[in-house]
């Protein structure tokens, strides 16, 4: 489990690609403190597994399925990425619940500054959209970030100063694919309306807002 803060962002320093998947190879400092094989690094919010490593590199397995799920597979040899270890039993949750199973991508519409902020608006799909809610929370290329503003067909984040120094986000252009992952609580709801449904074959569920809402939803 991730929270969505960025520890460092690191380099990709090689990509070896097999049929169906590549072996990447990534420069990372603070983020290979501790690290031991079998650990889990989110990697542009895409949980990795660590294969091997030494002092500044550790490599890491992406199968096909992430590919075609993930923007990872238009990285490049010098693309920066998003770091970020399994969060510790002992750490603050200063973000939100991130897994690092992504749901999908998004394309960046518009960026635009607001003095000290940049509002993003990043368009993507309807079942993608149909989770994400105004103020709620979202990972973006493994960033937690709060919602501003939804509609039918995208969605906005604003970044601070501090998000936009310690991530790569401002370095995307209009155009570009960034990795999406929504907030868990919402899809578990989701999931559960969607049993109830078919359970009562029609008939009017007994899961209402107001029953959401008296049970932490």
């Given amino acids: 489990m991730f929270t969505g803060i960025i520890e460092e962002v690191g380099t990709v320093k090689e990509i070896k690609k097999g049929i169906n998947s590549s072996r990447l190879m990534i420069e990372g400092k603070n983020i290979l403190s501790d690290v031991k094989i079998g650990d889990s690094i989110a990697v542009n919010g895409v949980c990795l597994t660590v294969t091997s490593f030494d002092k500044t590199i550790f490599n890491a397995d992406v199968m096909s399925e992430t590919l075609s799920r993930s923007s990872l597979g238009s990285l490049s040899s010098g693309s920066q990425v998003n770091l970020e270890r399994a969060m510790a039993a002992n750490g603050r949750?200063?973000?939100?619940?991130?897994?690092?199973?992504?749901?999908?991508?998004?394309?960046?519409?518009?960026?635009?500054?607001?003095?000290?902020?940049?509002?993003?608006?990043?368009?993507?799909?309807?079942?993608?959209?149909?989770?994400?809610?105004?103020?709620?929370?979202?990972?973006?290329?493994?960033?937690?970030?709060?919602?501003?503003?939804?509609?039918?067909?995208?969605?906005?984040?604003?970044?601070?100063?501090?998000?936009?120094?310690?991530?790569?986000?401002?370095?995307?252009?209009?155009?570009?694919?960034?990795?999406?992952?929504?907030?868990?609580?919402?899809?578990?709801?989701?999931?559960?309306?969607?049993?109830?449904?078919?359970?009562?074959?029609?008939?009017?569920?007994?899961?209402?807002?107001?029953?959401?809402?008296?049970?932490?939803?």
């Fill in 93 to 217: 949750f200063g973000g939100h619940i991130v897994s690092g199973h992504i749901d999908g991508t998004g394309i960046i519409s518009n960026m635009k500054r607001d003095d000290i902020a940049v509002w993003i608006t990043i368009n993507t799909t309807k079942d993608i959209l149909n989770l994400i809610v105004e103020k709620g929370s979202i990972a973006i290329d493994g960033i937690s970030l709060t919602v501003t503003n939804v509609n039918d067909t995208s969605f906005t984040v604003s970044i601070i100063p501090h998000t936009g120094t310690n991530t790569t986000l401002l370095t995307k252009k209009k155009g570009e694919i960034v990795n999406l992952e929504n907030d868990i609580i919402g899809k578990y709801v989701q999931k559960l309306m969607g049993i109830k449904e078919k359970e009562t074959k029609g008939n009017k569920s007994n899961i209402t807002m107001d029953f959401l809402a008296e049970y932490g939803f």
